[in-house]
């Protein structure tokens, strides 16, 4: 394989810092200065496991803390009570940090945002607790002494346990970055942006939700056996939520979603305190950070990027920091003070971090081409020919769907037979969008069956849905917004990834990603999207979004595609484009449901059409039938002229 | 073991439940404008009682001290949403978290130099010498709770319900935008709830700062407790957080007393990771229809 530039400065960057922080303490004999580069390595792990759920699953998880006080008391206990050795001892710290975190993982599971902030700051909170009050086993407040463990026989100094942190410390990044830019790393990002995406995808937001915390929580639990070992004395005051907003801060201000992020931001945790109890130092940092954000707020209010409040807050709390360093006596009693401000001006300024700033920085500066666009299969071995049976594929029997009073759905029947176009038509409220999103899997029917090739279909999980070969677009657009375009459509594709948990850790599914991105690259293609393939799905223009989620769909090679209103708020040839998109995945054989609203659509393309008004069936047959069908017109274009006239009359007297 | 002495137990800390109450109140208010809370509201709580006693030490007289500490709680609220709130709600983030958690933490600092580290008594007029109802005591402090606490909640649902003002809170929760097509400015809700909860977070400073003494960490483990009584209660649930603060607070004087007192914040640490797992909605929240 060819290197490209991109490979090679990545390669060569990341081998350059191992090399280096493995050489330090070979020519600095300094045992404070090894301290703080062990430290950097213990919080490396454990950012990088934090930048899992505060980074690719986009949730403020203030439980990370707690993990790396589990996994310090495990390693701790199991050596003092059960007289392990360093390599199990550290093994099951992981372990319990992968157990604890995935049982955490089950009540956070449909939890967004405050609330799982919430539950995860409970349970840290819960484990300081337990930590102070199983006094018999943690010795509580008083505090737990440890012996450093043999590892293998040998009695680690200093500088060998420094190194066994660093080795932990390269493998963790290797086994990352392969895990975070394959698969997983999208299904989790996918998970982020859009949960009923992800589900309606077939990729299930239970496994990779719980599987990502289990995973971050395992690299914590980790860092804290390694912490148990280098500082050999344990509190539970260690644990508490102060250092989870410094850890919080490590990532934000690394910058997410990077591995070098979380080893930049363990190198401004380890800096800190040195920061703090040196003033030079200090008065140097408030003065570097108020120049930055005064020319970050000068060039984003001279281009007009960035709104008032955005430029001008970072400026004043570093004015603050600045001005605040000259006034006060000791900058350790104000300690948290100094981390809120430099934490708000980063969050508030600079909200893709250092790695994010300097990444774009870089590639400018180096001119770096793109990643190169993988070339595309042929569509054929993407979606193979199905054969047009003319069966019913799809059969729903009475159903029924109430929210409350309201009978959405009010006992449909209806067969829709394969290789089909079928249009649903109806006006707004007719109960289209709920048959849908019955059959989909969304909401569970009230009452009534949904048979697919004569077996029932699973109702009220998109998840279990999707696997039975049905696949669908959304009215609402739900796109994976930060992933590329091309991503997007890697993340649904069925069949396709097969290569075992454990060679995707050693970086063996190269291949299979290749194929993956060719066959997605089809899929663009007739969608009329290769050009714009590493557009981040938020960016593209509004058609351009409706036509990915078609290819999104088309990506689980589904049997029956649902297009939710693909045509609403297009433009005229936006229309033409989607009608070809149509027929071409109709001449492919796949069966398709189509709602819409523009009537000349769903004349030009349907083969059977059902319209619906208030959750009823009023007429079937082909386009041509329904148009001249009298219960139709009066549904769309309200009762009949002369019935209007007599009520006229009435109303009159 | 005595009866009454549980009793007693049970009653106190169904009193200390409704400060619990009074705060969760406060979340609920931000939330039904805007769908985010304060993560830093025990700071809140926690400067509008130092701010008091500073009045207080300067001789001002009681009822104009609770005035003032009440205005500063409201300031504080403004405060809050404009430097940490805005901001994310306009780019649709959840920014606010971790910058409503890192105004708390700027508060903490600042309190523990201004003020200092140690718990400070709160001098009050009202009187701590308990009256004795059926064997079990209640002090007039308590009482003072229990009244403050409904008088701000009845004067706040008076204001969400009888005036316009008010009911734009409703309107917002409700559909955000189709409130700001009516000419509801959200912005300007959404300030005005921050604003009230400041307010209801100062009267929860003040109502217990007589009896828990007024230090920095006064209400650190407060809040997760008006935590926990929101998401049990729910987060939408109206008067619901009376009731699961009565019960929350009466659980945790019991396990105080029979497991130890440090295991005191454990019964609500639990309880909000059991709701959130099994009703995320809360027992008196409305469940809601995903939409797509």
Redesign the interface.
């Known amino acids: 394989m060819i290197m490209g530039k991109r490979q090679l400065l990545i390669h060569g960057s990341e081998l350059f810092l191992f090399g280096l922080l493995a050489a330090i303490p070979g020519f600095i004999n300094n045992p404070y200065a090894l301290g703080l580069l062990t430290l950097l390595a213990i919080y490396g792990i454990l950012l990088i496991g934090l930048d899992v759920t505060v980074g690719y699953l986009?949730q403020?998880n203030l439980a990370q803390v707690a993990f790396l006080g589990l996994g310090a008391y495990t390693a701790g206990l199991s050596v003092t009570l059960l007289g392990m050795g360093m390599l199990p001892a550290l093994l099951l710290s992981l372990v319990v940090g992968l157990v604890c975190g995935g049982v955490?993982a089950?009540?956070?599971l449909?939890?967004e945002?405050?609330?799982f902030?919430?539950?995860t700051?409970?349970?840290s909170?819960?484990t300081t607790?337990?930590l102070?009050?199983w006094e018999s086993l943690t010795s509580g407040a008083q505090g737990l002494s440890i012996v450093r463990p043999p590892l293998f026989g040998m009695h680690l100094k200093a500088q060998g346990f420094y190194w066994l942190c660093l080795g932990l410390l390269a493998l963790i990044w290797f086994f990352m970055k392969n895990l975070l830019s394959g698969r997983w790393g999208r299904a989790f990002e996918a998970l982020r942006d859009s949960p009923?995406a992800t589900d309606a995808m077939g990729v299930g937001c239970f496994r990779y939700k719980v599987a990502a915390f289990a995973f971050g929580s395992s690299l914590g639990s980790l860092a804290g056996g390694l912490y148990a070992f280098n500082f050999l004395y344990l509190q539970p005051q260690s644990f508490t939520?102060d250092l989870m907003?410094i850890l919080?801060l490590g990532v934000?201000l690394g910058g997410r979603k990077s591995l070098w992020g979380a080893v930049i931001g363990a190198m401004i945790i380890v800096l800190l305190p040195n920061l703090l109890s040196n003033r030079f130092l200090f008065h140097l940092f408030a003065a570097v950070g108020l120049t930055l954000a005064v020319v970050a707020a000068v060039r984003g209010r001279l281009h007009k990027t960035t709104?008032w409040?955005?430029a001008l807050?970072p400026v004043i709390a570093m004015g603050l920091l600045l001005i605040g360093g000259f006034m006060?006596g000791n900058t350790e009693?104000?300690?948290?003070?100094?981390?809120?401000?430099m934490?708000?001006s980063v969050?508030?300024g600079l909200?893709e971090g250092v790695m994010g700033f300097v990444g774009r920085f870089f590639s400018r500066l180096l001119r770096m081409a793109p990643r190169t666009i993988p070339i595309s299969a042929p569509l054929e071995v993407v979606l193979p020919q199905l054969s047009p049976g003319n069966q019913p594929i799809l059969t729903i029997d009475a159903l029924q769907r109430h929210?409350g009073g309201v009978k959405a759905v009010d006992g449909i029947s209806l067969s829709i037979r394969s290789g089909q176009i079928h249009g649903l038509i109806g006006p707004n409220g007719s109960g289209k969008s709920t048959v849908v999103?019955v059959i989909s899997g969304?909401?569970p029917p009230t009452q009534g069956k949904i048979y697919k090739n004569g077996t029932i279909l699973p109702s009220g999980s998109l998840y279990r849905v999707a696997l039975n070969g049905i696949a669908r677009t959304?009215?609402?657009l739900?796109l994976f917004g930060e992933l590329s375009a091309l991503a997007n459509v890697m993340v649904a594709l069925r069949g396709m990834y097969r290569t075992p948990f454990f060679l995707i850790l050693l970086g063996l599914a190269r291949s299979e990603e290749q194929k993956a991105a060719s066959h997605a690259m089809a899929l663009l293609e007739l969608v009329g999207l290769a050009g714009k393939s590493a557009t981040p799905a938020k960016d593209l223009t509004y058609g351009d979004q409706r036509f990915l989620e078609i290819a999104r769909a088309l990506a689980r090679r589904p049997e029956l595609l649902i297009l939710d209103e693909p045509a609403a708020g297009l433009s005229r040839p936006d229309i033409r484009q989607l009608m070809q998109i149509i027929r071409k995945i109709h001449q492919l054989g796949v069966t398709i449901i189509l709602i819409e609203h523009h009537m000349d659509v769903v004349t030009a393309l349907c083969d059977h059409v059902t319209v619906l008004d208030g959750g009823k069936i009023i007429a079937e047959g082909t386009p041509q039938a329904i148009k001249r069908d009298p219960k139709v017109m009066e549904a769309y274009l309200g009762e009949m002229p002369a019935v209007r006239q007599e009520q006229a009359e009435e109303g009159a007297c | 073991m005595n009866r009454t002495m549980i009793l007693q137990m049970i009653v106190s800390g169904a009193l200390m439940g409704q400060v619990y109450a009074l705060i969760a109140y406060g979340f609920q208010l931000t939330y039904a404008t805007s769908k985010s809370i304060n993560f830093g509201q025990g700071e809140l709580v926690m400067l509008s009682a130092f701010f008091s006693l500073t009045l207080i030490n300067w001789g001002i007289a009681y009822p104009l001290v609770v005035v003032g500490g009440l205005l500063f709680g409201a300031v504080l609220g403004l405060f809050v949403e404009r430097a940490g709130v805005r901001l994310a709600l306009e780019q649709k983030s959840e920014g606010w978290i971790l910058l409503t958690i890192i105004l708390g933490l700027f508060g903490f600092s600042t309190a523990e130099n201004i003020w200092g580290r140690d718990d400070r008594p709160f001098p009050t007029p009202i009187s701590s010498d308990p009256i004795h109802i059926f064997g079990i005591g209640i002090t007039p402090l308590e009482v003072s709770v229990i009244l403050g606490v409904f008088a701000v909640m009845g004067l706040i649902e008076g204001f969400k319900r009888y005036t316009l003002l008010g009911k734009a809170f409703a309107a917002l929760a409700a559909d955000r935008d189709a409130a700001g097509l009516m000419g509801i400015s959200a912005t300007r809700t959404i300030m005005l709830s921050y604003a009230l909860s400041g307010f209801v977070s100062a009267m929860a400073g003040i109502l217990i700062a007589p009896i828990t003494t007024v230090g920095p960490t006064m209400a650190s483990t407060l809040i997760l407790k008006a935590f926990s009584v929101a998401v049990v209660a729910g987060l939408d649930s109206g008067f619901g957080v009376v009731i699961t603060g009565l019960v929350l607070g009466a659980i945790e004087s019991l396990t105080s007393f029979f497991l130890g007192s440090g295991w005191r914040e454990a019964p609500g640490l639990l309880l909000l990771i059991l709701a959130l797992a099994v009703r995320p909605t809360g027992l008196f929240g409305k469940t809601t229809i995903r939409k797509v």
Not at chain 1, 333 to 341: C, E, T
Request: proline share 7%; glycine share 6%; hydrophobic share 55%.
């Open positions: 986009g403020v955490l089950f009540p956070s449909r939890l945002g405050p609330q902030a919430l539950g700051l409970s349970f909170a819960l607790t337990i102070n009050e009923i939520y907003v919080l934000v709104p409040f955005q807050a006060i009693d104000w300690r948290k003070a100094i981390f809120a401000l934490l708000f969050v508030v909200p929210f999103n969304l909401y959304f009215q609402n739900q």
